[in-house]
């Protein structure tokens, strides 16, 4: 089976949240059923096929830190998180082991995806040794988190700005996979996602 990594990413600014509500240092550590985003994305990732974890912060990143404590990962640091997502993605992917053949890549404000989704992607992966990405598919939209083969690396690590995995995927050679876990829409981007998410059942 092909060994595949989890890079979660946990370094963004998240100004939309923080202009609705700047009481947080970010809106990664406000919690849901007492855990925050960021360590429910983590534990999912390190109950998963996926390994090793690769945390990639940046914005407040002592307080994602300390939400963090005691879980098994790999801290980077991305000091210039302010230039958007890209540069964290290239962060995460270069901190991964040479042995790695792939990289499940976890967003830090969406907590409610299922780790049997995160092993579902894992699988799929392993099935298609051809596949260049490997996505997850709800109600006919695609969904995150998105697994990249190695073969990917480099156009990854060309990105700037904002640009994540998306443009990749629009010439990759994609397996998409259909889930039942609406979890792979879902982010928090404000407050009211935040209420939403505390009045669901979480996994």
């Excluded at 994305?41 to 990639?56: D, F, N, Q, T, W």
């Excluded at 830090?108 to 596949?131: H, I, K, N, S, Y």
């Excluded at 995995?165 to 998409?176: G, H, I, P, Y």
């Amino acid at each position: 089976m092909r060994p595949v990594a989890a890079v979660l990413l946990a370094a963004g600014l998240g100004s939309r949240f923080r202009a609705a509500d700047p009481s947080l240092a970010t809106k990664l550590v406000a919690e849901v059923d007492g855990v925050p985003l960021v360590r429910r994305a983590a534990e999912a990732a390190l109950a998963s096929r996926a390994g090793p974890l690769v945390v990639v912060t940046g914005h407040a990143a002592d307080a994602v830190r300390a939400t963090l404590q005691g879980l098994p990962f790999t801290l980077v640091h991305n000091p210039d998180f302010a230039g958007g997502m890209a540069s964290s993605l290239r962060a995460g992917l270069a901190a991964l082991p040479q042995e790695a053949a792939g990289a499940l890549v976890l967003l830090g404000d969406m907590p409610a995806v299922a780790v049997a989704t995160l092993d579902r992607l894992v699988a799929a992966f392993a099935a298609a040794p051809e596949a260049e990405a490997v996505v997850p598919v709800h109600g006919g939209r695609r969904g995150n988190p998105a697994l990249l083969a190695r073969a990917l690396f480099p156009a990854a690590m060309a990105l700037g700005g904002d640009e994540g995995a998306r443009r990749l995927l629009s010439r990759a050679r994609v397996v998409e996979v259909d889930v039942a876990d609406d979890g792979v829409l879902i982010d928090v981007d404000e407050p009211s996602a935040l209420s939403t998410q505390r009045q669901r059942a979480v996994p």
